[in-house]
């Protein structure tokens, strides 16, 4: 008669809390898919319905997790692989620069030289050198050109002309010939 009782308990009442228990740990290690096969319509077969409804939702969840965690992988994967381009592009870039700017300091190097060469070929040459403007002005002249002109200095050479034209050239009309030639 004792044994009837034990059995009902062991029945109704253990193995389905031990069922719900083991469930309860397997889903804690992370089985998301694990379900309590308790059909009852008392309350130990309402806590199996709603243990099992809340692991469907908890799965649910976790895939919609994974899925998301997978789309935020892919912008990640794509942003980086963006990123990298460009540095790749800016990398190109400041090579360019950096040829472009040591190509320019060559050329500043050579023009300074030319220059150089230009002006100790213009200063110490002992054929008269000047600039004009079609205006009839002097812009610049050599040594030289002041004196065969009989100046002191260029700068003296350079206030007292005022009309190249008319103070220099022995006819005036051979300047305004010249002047169309070019």
């Known amino acids: 008669t004792c044994a009837l009782p034990i059995f009902l308990s062991l029945k109704y009442f253990i193995r389905p809390l031990d069922m719900l228990t083991q469930a309860a740990v397997s889903v804690k290690e992370g089985d ?9 319509n008392d309350e130990i077969g309402i806590l199996a319905r709603t243990f099992n409804t809340m692991v469907s939702e908890l799965e649910k969840l976790h ?11 892919q912008k990640v994967r794509e942003r980086t692989l963006e990123l990298e381009e460009k540095t790749r592009q800016q990398d190109k870039t400041l090579v360019r620069l950096q040829q472009e700017i040591t190509e320019r ?14 002006r100790d070929i213009f200063n110490n040459s002992v054929q008269g ?11 610049n ?6 004196r065969i002109l009989r100046y002191d200095s260029i700068e003296q050479f350079l206030s ?13 009309d051979d300047r305004k010939r010249f002047v169309e030639q070019l």
């Open 32 to 40: 998301l898919s694990r379900q309590v096969p308790i059909e009852r």
């Open 63 to 73: 895939i919609k997790d994974k899925a998301h965690a997978f789309q935020l992988q």
């Open 105 to 118: 300091k060559q050329v500043e190097a050579r023009l300074s030289k030319s220059e150089e060469k230009y």
């Open 129 to 139: 050198i000047f600039q004009s403007s079609h205006d009839n002005r002097v812009l």
């Open 141 to 146: 002249a050599n040594p030289s050109m002041a």
């Open 160 to 172: 007292t002309i005022t009309h190249l034209a008319k103070q220099v050239y022995v006819n005036p």
